[in-house]
């Protein structure tokens, strides 16, 4: 079951949740996925294993206070997920683990095959985007950013989450995107989530935020949920400290960035409805 309690941070932890150079554990692909690896050497933050496995159980009652750890401050570099031999492309042939993805929302043909005019135009939005390595393979960092610039304006535009004239947390596992809404207005812009992987997928349907707290520990694997707020068993929306677009997901919980999770804090309170639909792809 998942608690949290009071504990002081072990340094060998904190050099790998601040950023420092403990080695980070290696994300396992999904099924037929290409092994991707941080396309700059060095990048990519290490973190603590993700979130929590009981998917039922809801938290038990807090026996302590201390703060989760505030991450450094945050590094703007997007740094996309390829293949070792893809890393030192100046315009790689590789088809991307996104690609058809990337390709419709960039309006290039949609077959899901790279070829050179695709890898131009995905490395001339990796240039506008900062995204690095800008080599035109369609990873998760460039699906999660086109994805999110389509969404920013009407992120309910397919209309698949219901308007209430309650606040509702809208999730979307085929876009992993979120927002809040009440009535057509959104009271909580879009942002890139990630949810959960195979196996530990993010139950879907009408749920309602339970439970909240800010400086939450999962006693499973010793892990930091800064801004916890749970809506089903044991999911919940909350911040994670390394990078949010990775190739796997996560073991049910709605991951956010820190900062992200923050803000969605002053925005949702308990007894708020939670609405979450779709499949991540890849599973």
């Known amino acids: 079951m998942t608690r949290w309690r009071s504990r002081i941070l072990p340094p060998l932890l904190a050099v790998a949740l601040l950023g420092g150079t403990a080695t980070a554990r290696a994300e396992e692909p999904g099924p037929g996925a290409d092994v991707l690896v ?14 929590t ?3 039922v159980l809801p938290p038990t009652a807090p026996d302590g206070e201390v703060p989760v750890p505030v991450p450094e401050e945050e590094v703007d570099e997007l740094v996309e997920y390829l293949p070792r031999d893809a890393a030192g492309a100046a315009c790689t042939a590789r088809t ?3 690609q058809r993805q990337v390709e419709r929302l960039l309006k290039l043909k949609a077959d899901g095959k790279q070829s050179a005019a695709d890898c131009r135009a995905i490395r001339a939005f990796q240039t506008q985007q900062k995204i690095k390595p800008a080599n035109g393979y369609a990873g998760p960092v460039t699906w999660a950013r086109a994805e999110l610039l389509a969404a920013r304006k009407n992120p309910n535009a397919a209309k698949k989450c219901p308007v209430r004239s309650y606040p509702v947390a809208c999730v979307d596992l085929n876009r992993e995107l979120m927002w809040v809404q009440k009535g057509k207005k959104i009271t909580y812009a879009v942002v890139n989530i990630r949810s959960g992987r195979a196996g530990y997928r993010t139950r879907t349907g009408w749920h309602s935020v339970y439970w909240r707290h800010k400086d939450h520990w999962s006693t499973i694997y010793d892990t930091p949920m800064p801004f916890s707020q749970f809506f089903d068993g044991g999911q919940a929306f909350h911040g994670v400290y390394g990078a949010i677009a990775t190739p796997t997901g996560s073991r049910g919980c709605v991951n956010l ?5 923050e803000k969605l804090w002053s925005v949702l309170r308990k007894g708020d409805r939670v609405y979450i639909w779709g499949k991540r792809p890849g599973l």
């Open 257 to 261: 960035t820190y900062k992200n999770a």
């Open 53 to 55: 496995p009981d998917q």
């Open 96 to 98: 991307g683990m996104y």
């Open 38 to 51: 941080p396309g700059i050497a060095g990048a990519g933050r290490p973190e603590y294993p993700m979130d």
